[in-house]
């Protein structure tokens, strides 16, 4: 029988601990630089036309900390044990850096869902500042957000005993997983189900008038209006079933991505679910309620409403008139989603 000695036993223990905390570690970089990858797209998908908005500069804050984050780690990955202004960084700064960044992402969602809801209520009630004035406010207003999140993630006495605990096991990195966004998606797709089971005789019949055709170098769904419609919007149970159509027609697969979720109790960690796809999917469910909301107290036609990334609302509930038979075979209203 081959007996070790116990000081082999013991460096070849910390030899495999630190090959899975490398592996880890790559792991880490590979998921954010994914994530990033992700932000650009979506970034870059979105309509350029957008007016200014809180969640707009709330979702590039948060590109660029997820590009800070990434640059961190990357540093301290391939230095591995380096002394900056006096500080000593090593492999147990990535999990810290890490698990802070999460703490962080878990506790914003309440906030931004409660900021940009009041962002929109108050533009569609025509209470805005002037534009310079009002792109300095929406800038340190996510300043202060972050500064503030920070602060509580840093002071709170339970989060500190956690972080401290990885000093004590420095080969475990577990990751915050939101109760925030949990119950926030929850609460969206309930409100979905109760507004879809409410109209769905209507839905579906719009699904079925629904038509897709080229117009002026765009992809557009048409289905007949009333030609004597007016362009006033008074009636929420006639627009309820537009909404969920033109909702849906967008984000019907982030939909059914948060059911499966909230069914099986995934759990994501905090800073891989706070993402940007996530935070336009909450500001598309956010413009859609406030128009349902103020509906009966505007005209379409006549003010400049919040303009969503990824959903026409407004041309979805202004009935289009094609007047030129060339561009398509007859004469439609048509709705952009």
């Known amino acids: 029988m081959i007996v070790l000695a116990s000081e082999n036993c013991s460096s070849q223990y910390q030899l495999h601990q630190t090959s899975q905390l490398l592996d880890g570690n790559c792991l880490l970089i590979l998921i954010i630089l994914g994530k990033i990858l992700l932000n650009i797209l979506t970034l870059g998908m979105r309509r350029k036309n957008t007016c200014q908005n809180f969640m707009e500069y709330f979702c590039i804050s948060l590109a660029l900390m997820d590009l800070l984050l990434l640059v961190n780690i990357s540093i301290i990955s391939y230095f591995r044990d380096f002394v900056l202004l006096d500080i000593r960084f090593t492999k147990y700064h990535i999990c810290l850096f890490t698990q802070i960044i999460s703490f962080t992402y878990g506790f914003l969602h309440y906030p931004v869902f409660l900021i940009a809801w009041i962002d929109y209520y108050l533009n569609f009630s025509k209470t805005t500042l002037p534009f310079t004035c009002q792109k300095l406010f929406y800038f340190f207003t996510v300043i202060l ?151 009966h107290k505007f005209n379409l036609r006549d003010i400049a409403l919040p303009v969503d990334p990824f959903v026409n609302w407004k041309s979805c509930f202004i009935a289009l008139a094609i007047h030129d038979p060339e561009q398509i075979e007859k004469p439609t209203s048509i709705i952009i989603c």
């Open 145 to 295: 957000i972050w500064i503030s999140v920070f602060a509580y993630v840093l002071g709170d006495p339970d989060i500190y005993q956690n972080l401290k605990a990885q000093n004590v096991y420095p080969y475990q990195c577990p990751f915050y997983v939101s109760i925030q966004s949990y119950w926030l998606s929850f609460f969206m797709v309930m409100i979905l189900f109760m507004a879809f089971i409410t109209s769905w005789s209507e839905v579906i019949t719009l699904v079925q008038a629904i038509r897709i055709t080229s117009y002026m170098n765009e992809t557009v769904l048409y289905f007949p209006f009333s030609s004597h419609s007016s362009c006033t919007v008074n009636s929420k149970k006639t627009l309820l079933p537009k909404f969920i159509v033109c909702f849906l027609g967008t984000w019907l697969p982030f939909v059914l991505l948060q059911i499966i979720t909230l069914l099986f109790k995934v759990q994501i960690p905090a800073y891989i679910e706070m993402n940007i796809p996530w935070l336009y999917f909450v500001n598309s469910f956010l413009i859609a309620t406030v128009y349902w909301c103020k509906c």
